[in-house]
């Protein structure tokens, strides 16, 4: 099964793009980010300290998190819908206390264990797009293809100042910068699976490049890794 894994630090496009990719190889997609804020929200909402790393897991263990497609009926899996029991938290996993608490859970190793299975069980034929910190590295590693994806500081700031401003949320770009270079610098530097590059991805640098751009070029890379290797028994094309 063919696993594309697109890391790299928020506000790069990776999110838009790795969905848009999944959409056109009619893969299931996995933004693993939404894993680690519903995470974080059931803690916050629980009352629980992120940083007592016992008490946390406990909780995300015993969380009822459930991921509901964007299109029931297309048979792929994904992101699109996050319920936290009963309740639809999709719309506030888009806040910036999601965000900030999910940074904050994600150094601790035993959450991320926990959440290691959910976010593998997303892996089913034909294969999977996912997207986060250490997709390529830890989650998936022996993925096919994988994608490390960065943009200069100030234009994840603006792109994440225009998302939040869709979902309706107000935010300040003084701010934002402040708290996207604390996330990263947090995402980057902790002790277990941090945000890296792994070994085997290539780069691709959003900057200057527009969503369509940016997809062509991961489609692009997808299609010529692929078409490089064998046919499986099967008849799926992966690196079998
Ligand atoms: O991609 P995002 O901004 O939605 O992720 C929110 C936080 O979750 C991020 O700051 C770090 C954590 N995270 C992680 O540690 N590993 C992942 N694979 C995805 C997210």
Do not use: W
Not at 143 to 158: C, D, L, N, V, Y
């Amino acid at each position: 099964m063919t696993v594309v894994a697109i890391d790299g630090p928020s506000g790069a496009g990776k999110g838009t793009i790795a969905r848009r990719v999944a959409t056109e190889l009619g893969y299931h997609f996995l933004d693993s980010g939404a894993v680690y804020r519903a995470a974080a929200l059931g803690c916050v909402e629980a009352g629980i300290d992120l940083a007592d790393e016992k008490a946390s897991a406990a909780a995300v263990k015993a969380m009822d998190i459930r991921f509901l497609p964007q299109d029931a009926d297309s048979g792929l899996v994904d992101t699109s819908r996050v319920l936290l029991g009963t309740h639809d938290i999709t719309a506030r996993l888009r806040s910036e206390v999601a965000a900030d608490s999910a940074s904050r859970l994600a150094v601790l190793p035993s959450v991320r264990e926990v959440l290691l299975p959910i976010q593998r069980e997303f892996l089913k034929p034909p294969g999977l797009v996912a997207d986060g910190r250490d997709m390529g590295t830890v989650v998936f590693p022996t993925a096919r293809i994988k994608i490390f994806m960065t943009a200069s500081a100030g234009i994840r700031a603006k792109r994440r100042l225009e998302q939040l401003k869709d979902h309706g949320i107000d935010a300040k770009l003084e701010s934002l910068v402040q708290e996207i270079a604390e996330r990263d610098n947090r995402d980057a530097n902790r002790k277990h699976a941090p945000m890296k590059e792994a070994e085997d991805a290539i780069h691709i640098d959003t900057t200057s490049l527009d969503i369509e751009a940016s997809v062509a070029l991961v489609i692009d890379h997808v299609r010529q890794t692929l078409s490089g290797n064998k046919k499986c028994p099967d008849g799926e094309i992966t690196s079998c």
